[in-house]
């Protein structure tokens, strides 16, 4: 089945440790996306990626960092930096250019991340 | 910049009644519009999409018109089911960002 994974379904970081979240898509997806959702807030972008070795900051990148060596891979590291990491972390990816099927975004499953 | 306004929840129904949830947004040019919904413990499912003014997007019952004279895209369903129980997000596309509403929870009770 095409689609997309996140691993773990939950993550536990310890102070100071920077965290890494898996997610992989099978889609061939060139776009990809790392979001933030908060209890009663929307979803905020932190990075995003439209071509392997490129990736550009969202709205909230501080303390967070990526990477894009694959065309099917972009993990999201949590580093120590981010002070307040507890959220629940979505993954997306979409094709690019223009028309109706570019237009959408699909999510994966979402990593919840806890500080002990 | 981009921005959504929905409804604020919970929204609680009985089985069977008329749902509104109502979406508005401030963009430039003409973005696509979108609604998604949440399951608990989930990620996000694409529930329908209108890419241009006066389309309307439907799916498994649910519809939405992108009136841009109204700024609007309101979330409509004729009779929910307690399987509807989730938390709905309406988000628009410009550019490559999608910007997304706080979301309302949709609570439908026997």
């Known amino acids: 089945d095409g689609g997309i994974t996140q691993s773990p379904k939950y993550l536990f970081r310890k102070e100071g440790q920077n965290v890494t979240l898996s997610c992989e898509q099978n889609l061939n997806h060139d776009a990809m996306y790392w979001y933030r959702q908060d209890p009663g807030q929307g979803l905020r972008l932190i990075y995003y990626?439209?071509?392997?070795?490129?990736?550009q900051k969202g709205d909230i990148a501080e303390g967070y960092s990526v990477s894009r060596e694959k065309k099917e891979s972009f993990p999201l590291t949590v580093t120590s930096a981010q002070k307040n990491p507890t959220a629940f972390y979505l993954c997306?990816?979409?094709?690019?250019?223009?028309?109706?099927?570019?237009?959408?975004?699909?999510f994966g499953p979402g990593t919840r991340l806890l500080v002990l | 910049g981009n921005s959504v306004t929905q409804m604020e929840g919970p929204v609680t129904l009985s089985e069977e009644a008329f749902l509104t949830i109502n979406c508005t947004y401030t963009?430039?040019?003409?973005?696509?519009l979108f609604w998604y919904v949440q399951y608990p413990g989930e990620g996000l499912q694409l529930l329908l999409k209108?890419?241009?003014?006066?389309d309307k997007g439907s799916n498994k019952g649910f519809e939405a018109t992108y009136r841009k004279e109204t700024t609007s895209f309101h979330l409509e369903k004729g009779s929910v089911q307690v399987s509807d129980s989730a938390v709905y997000f309406c988000a628009l596309k410009g550019g490559n960002k999608l910007t997304f509403g706080t979301g309302t929870q949709l609570k439908v009770e026997l």
């Open positions: 990626s439209q071509i392997v070795n490129d990736f």
């Open positions: 963009a430039t040019g003409y973005p696509s």
């Open positions: 209108a890419t241009k003014a006066d």
């Open positions: 997306a990816s979409s094709r690019l250019g223009q028309g109706d099927l570019q237009e959408t975004q699909y």
